[in-house]
């Protein structure tokens, strides 16, 4: 059974860091790209981060660029997504997922396996 579980989620303070990790069961990361996403509430899940299988290209979306990180370690089978300098605007629960294709994706409909999520909470 294939299954995402993302943790590290909390309540923080703008300016204050948060590493989230996706720990993969059922499956070989080192096979997916693999893509974090977000969800605030009353809005659409929108792109974060992504990264290739071997962890050589990422994408960064244009509103978190330069503060936060994807990075993964196949051998522990796991995404990691290093967040700094958050935001209140950051506040949302956070997504892991795999990529069907074999580049680097920004759109949902090309992801799959999607966990439960963890919620980030960024007060001002």
């Known amino acids: 059974q294939v299954q995402l579980v993302e943790s590290g989620g909390g309540l923080v303070q703008t300016g204050d860091s948060l590493r989230l990790s996706c720990a993969a069961s059922g499956l070989t990361l080192s096979n997916y790209g693999m893509g974090w996403f977000r969800q605030a509430p009353g809005k659409e899940r929108e792109f974060v981060a992504a990264?290739?299988?071997?962890?050589?290209?990422?994408s960064h979306s244009d509103s978190v660029k330069g503060r936060f990180t994807i990075s993964r370690d196949n051998a522990k089978n796991t995404l990691y997504l290093q967040m700094n300098s958050l935001k209140p605007e950051d506040t949302a629960v956070y997504y892991c997922?795999?990529?069907?294709?074999?580049?680097?994706?920004?759109?949902?409909?090309?992801?799959?396996?999607w966990g439960q999520g963890t919620q980030v909470t960024v007060s001002s």
């Open positions: 990264i290739s299988r071997n962890g050589v290209s990422t």
């Open positions: 997922a795999t990529d069907w294709t074999t580049t680097i994706t920004s759109n949902k409909a090309y992801y799959g396996n």
